[in-house]
């Protein structure tokens, strides 16, 4: 049983660091050549915010660190920066994931908006203090607002096509042990 255990959290460690290439894939694709007027949700800080908050040892913190760097590296932001602030809110969200599980998706769904709009603000901050210029703010609001409208998609996507769901109050962890 503890081996099928391991093998699992694996598994499910290596598919997510495959959605998150894909993801950063379609997004580096030369679809249009001419500057876009909206912008997308952050489907990564999306994904990994679900699946901190569900399965918190498939998303181990370094894990977290390397991709979202590489996504930092690859869509030319200032490196680290968002990768700080993202894995800072992935850990706060796995340390509430344990009073999370029990109560709605309302409330879940609500931490998490709060967490995207704490990263979005410190990452606005940082840029400004540093001197950076930041991207535009209504671009900025309208890809904050956009990540939180997917979020409940984005659960849906990854507890009925890739079964990352909640843990039960009996269910093993990644190390044996009954959460």
């Known amino acids: 049983m503890s081996e099928q255990t391991t093998t699992r959290v694996w598994g499910m460690r290596l598919t997510f660091g495959l959605i998150v290439c894909v993801i950063l894939f379609f997004h580096l694709l030369p679809l249009e050549t001419t500057p876009r007027q909206w912008v997308g949700p952050d489907l990564i800080l999306a994904f990994a915010f679900a699946w901190s908050l569900r399965r918190p040892e498939y998303v181990p913190s370094i894990a977290l660190a390397g991709l979202?760097?590489?996504?930092?590296?690859?869509?030319?932001?200032?490196?680290?920066?968002?990768?700080?602030?993202?894995?800072?809110?992935?850990?706060?969200?796995?340390?509430?994931?344990?009073?999370?599980?029990?109560?709605?998706f309302a409330n879940e769904w609500l931490s998490v908006c709060i967490m995207m709009t704490t990263v979005?603000?410190?990452?606005?901050?940082?840029?400004?203090?540093?001197?950076?210029?930041?991207?535009?703010?209504?671009?900025?609001?309208?890809?904050?607002?956009?990540?939180?409208?997917?979020?409940?998609?984005?659960?849906?996507?990854?507890?009925?096509?890739?079964g990352v769901q909640k843990t039960a109050p009996g269910d093993l962890d990644a190390r044996g042990r009954r959460g």
């Open 68 to 104: 979202f760097l590489l996504a930092d590296l690859l869509l030319f932001r200032p490196p680290g920066l968002w990768a700080l602030f993202a894995l800072l809110a992935c850990e706060s969200l796995k340390s509430r994931a344990l009073g999370l599980r029990d109560g709605s």
């Open 120 to 162: 979005a603000i410190a990452y606005r901050l940082a840029l400004m203090v540093t001197f950076v210029d930041p991207p535009g703010f209504t671009l900025s609001v309208f890809e904050l607002v956009m990540t939180m409208l997917f979020y409940p998609i984005v659960v849906g996507i990854t507890h009925s096509v890739l």
